[in-house]
Structures are given as structure tokens and as C-alpha cells.
């Protein structure tokens, strides 16, 4: 009785040890994640500051906020957690292009003219009208399980549609502002904002921000890109082998706990 009741107690704490270190782990992450977002916040009021306001028609997210609010927010692997995924609870329309499509090409006007329309309606109206370059964004192509061009998606916080209708502006523009929800969401185990797409971004984002830092290296220091590269192993694998012994430190019981 004496022995069951001790390993009882020290699966317990073992337990509560290992869930200390869990939350301590997603506090970081998200301390990464709010990081990343100030960094984009950062330059996009800085690219405001040097943008003229007379220039409207610029479609990159990080332009003057009358630019953002008229022209296709271009969306990347590095933008779109912290823009899409862990936004203000804007719907998004996302197109999938590339700029050797032709039948992309033909209805580019006529996506410009959709953002033009959504994004100077009332502000109540959180709807963000956004486009990604699959020529250059093949993550987050693959992420959305794209096969032909163009295509659209529109994500509402974790519930993702694939629009399957007419490819015009007043069926797209009705679609985002409500239709969508006479149609059935992609399947959340299978959807781009579910557990292996989560997965796949994070990935993404993590590969992203070490090449950020393999540049930033060079640009600071004129560290080569292979020596930068093997520091951040060295302390990818420091930090693991310290989270190793964290771990077994914390699960090991202490000398009053003696298991008979």
C-alpha cells in the first residue's frame, strides 16, 4: 500500500513537472509569435512614414494604411501566421496566382477592383481581400492543397471554404461577405488551418526565421551562411540537449521519495 500510494505521488509530480515545462514551452512560443508580429508592425509603420499618401494604388501590406485599405494585401510564408492565422478576426479572400497564368493575368483588374470596393467600404465590415504569389510561395500552395490557377479561399479564423463558384466580382465580393456560409467548411483534420497545416506553418515559419537570421549575420557581422549556419545548430543543439536535462532533472524524484 505504502509502495503504491509513493508511486502514485511521484507519477503525479512527474506529471505536474512536465506539464510546468509544456506551458513554459507554448509561453515561449507565443512570446516568439507576438515577436514576430512587432517586428512586421515595426516596418510596416516605418514603410508608412517614408510612403507618400498620394500614391494609392500599391498592393504590399506593409504600405501607408489608405494604400492597405484599396490594394490586394500580398500575403508570404513570413506574413501570414501573424496576418491570416493569429489576425484580428478579419475574413480573408485569398486568391492563388501566378504571373504566368493567363486566365490570372485576365482577372487581375478585376480582383484589384473587388479589394477597391471591400476595403473602402464601412469599417465594420472586417473583410480583407489578400493574394499569394504560388511561383514563389510553394509552402503555402502545398499548405492549401492548390492544383490549378487561379484559386480562392476564404478563412474565417480555424474554419477554411474553397470557393467553387463563377470567377466574377459580384459573386466573389457576395461570397465574402456572407455566402459563405451556405457552404460547408474543408474538413478541420484535413483543412490548411488544422493540426498538420498548423504543423506545416510552424515549420515554415521556424525555416523562415533561421534564414532571417543566417542574413542578419552576414549583413552585421559578414558571417558566411555556412558558418552561421553551423552556430545556429550548435545552439539548436545545446538547447535541446538542456531541455533534455531540464526535463530528466525535474522528473526524477527527489531522495524522500523512496519507492519500495
Not at 480583407?128 to 509552402?139: G, I, L, P, Y
Not at 510552424?202 to 549556419?229: C, K, Y
Amino acid at each position: 500500500m505504502i509502495a503504491t500510494r509513493t508511486r502514485s505521488k511521484f507519477s503525479f509530480q512527474k506529471g505536474k513537472r512536465c506539464f510546468l515545462l509544456a506551458f513554459a514551452t507554448a509561453v515561449s512560443w507565443i512570446f516568439l509569435m507576438q515577436s514576430n508580429a512587432a517586428v512586421l508592425v515595426a516596418d510596416a509603420a516605418a514603410t508608412s512614414d517614408a510612403t507618400s499618401p498620394d500614391t494609392t494604388d500599391q498592393a504590399a501590406p506593409g504600405y501607408a494604411k489608405k494604400q492597405l485599405d484599396l490594394g490586394v494585401i500580398d500575403l508570404t510564408s513570413k506574413n501570414f501566421g501573424t496576418t491570416v492565422a493569429f489576425g484580428d478576426g478579419n475574413v480573408w479572400l485569398i486568391e492563388f496566382y501566378t504571373p504566368t497564368c493567363s486566365h490570372c493575368v485576365s482577372f487581375a483588374s478585376t480582383y484589384q477592383s473587388i479589394a477597391k470596393a471591400i476595403h473602402s467600404s464601412t469599417p465594420d465590415e472586417k473583410i480583407r481581400v489578400a493574394r499569394v504569389n504560388c511561383s514563389e510561395e510553394k509552402a503555402l500552395m502545398t499548405r492549401f492543397g492548390v492544383t490549378a490557377f487561379p484559386s480562392f479561399f476564404l478563412v474565417t479564423g480555424w474554419e477554411v471554404y474553397k470557393f467553387e463558384g463563377s470567377r466574377t466580382a459580384t459573386i466573389l465580393m457576395d461570397y465574402a461577405r456572407g455566402g459563405y456560409k451556405k457552404k460547408n467548411p474543408i474538413p478541420f483534420i484535413n483543412s490548411p488551418m488544422g493540426p498538420m497545416g498548423l504543423l506545416q506553418g510552424t515549420l515554415v515559419f521556424v525555416g523562415t526565421r533561421a534564414m532571417g537570421l543566417l542574413e542578419d549575420m552576414h549583413e552585421r557581422f559578414g558571417i558566411s551562411p555556412i558558418v552561421s549556419g553551423v552556430i545556429i545548430s550548435i545552439v539548436g543543439v545545446f538547447c535541446g540537449m538542456i531541455s533534455i536535462v531540464l526535463l530528466t532533472v525535474l522528473s526524477t524524484p527527489k531522495s524522500s521519495e523512496k519507492i519500495d
